[in-house]
């Protein structure tokens, strides 16, 4: 079974640009999460979505949202971006209580 | 609010060389515990789960304990193959603002050295 895919694997983007990252879980899983992960604040939990609806939110700016689509697939956008934005964004999708996390994007903000 | 401290941050050992992880937390009411190992620019890979106290899983030179308050992880024999990220995480009991979370720990660096 294909494990999460995540696109693109790097980006680089100036201040002030919007990104938008995709992630595709793992067939049959209907939950999709998303993560920040920085040296310094170490893996954080940006939000969660399932059947296409936020379950949860973390302490993240509203500059930072996303979404799901009916077959499970999900986007998650950052607009104005800042140079504080720079991290590995990962993606999970959950089978029950486990979460299986996708390679991420490295996002470098210049 | 959920916390999770690991220590030590790094770990030298030499292979062979038995030793233990440890991953203290807080949580208001724990669904699970879990265990990840992580390679420099991947993501994160799903060792084990634990859900109660006194629970243990192994895993080739891994295995994983759980008390009330921490959770260990003791590596036998290592090899260099070993050498990672090891992250600990807790997912507090479902409902309001904690569906879904996980709050991980800084994680140990793990290094064995041949």
């Known amino acids: 079974k294909a494990g999460v895919t995540q696109t693109p694997r790097y980006l680089i983007k100036t201040r002030g640009q919007q990104v938008t990252l995709s992630c595709s879980p793992i067939s049959g899983h209907r939950s999709v999460s998303w993560y920040q992960q920085t040296p310094g604040q170490g893996l954080q939990f940006l939000f969660e979505y399932f059947s296409e609806t ?57 | ?44 890979e799903f060792l084990f789960t634990l859900y109660s106290a006194g629970e243990e899983k192994e895993k080739e ?30 997912q507090p009991t479902a409902g309001g603002t904690s569906y879904g979370k996980l709050t991980f720990g800084q994680g140990t660096i793990l290094t064995v050295h041949p």
């Not at chain 2, 233990?20 to 009411?29: F, I, M, P, Q, R």
Request: with cysteine.
């Open chain 1, 54 to 110: 936020q379950r949860n939110k973390g302490n993240f700016p509203g500059r930072f949202s996303g979404r799901q689509f009916s077959n499970s697939r999900s986007e998650m956008n950052v607009s104005t971006l800042e140079l504080g934005d720079s991290a590995l964004y990962l993606c999970a999708s959950r089978l029950e209580a486990v979460k299986f996390f996708g390679p991420g994007t490295r996002l470098t903000v210049l």
């Open chain 2, 1 to 44: 609010e959920d916390q999770v401290t690991q220590s030590p941050e790094a770990l030298r050992l030499q292979e062979g060389e038995s030793s233990s992880l440890n991953c203290s937390y807080t949580v208001s009411g724990l669904r699970g515990l879990f265990w990840y190992r992580q390679d420099p620019g991947k993501g994160p």
């Open chain 2, 61 to 90: 030179r891994l295995k994983a304990t759980l008390t009330k308050k921490e959770s260990f992880l003791h590596i036998t024999a290592p090899k260099p193959e070993d050498s990672a990220t090891y992250l600990c995480a807790v």
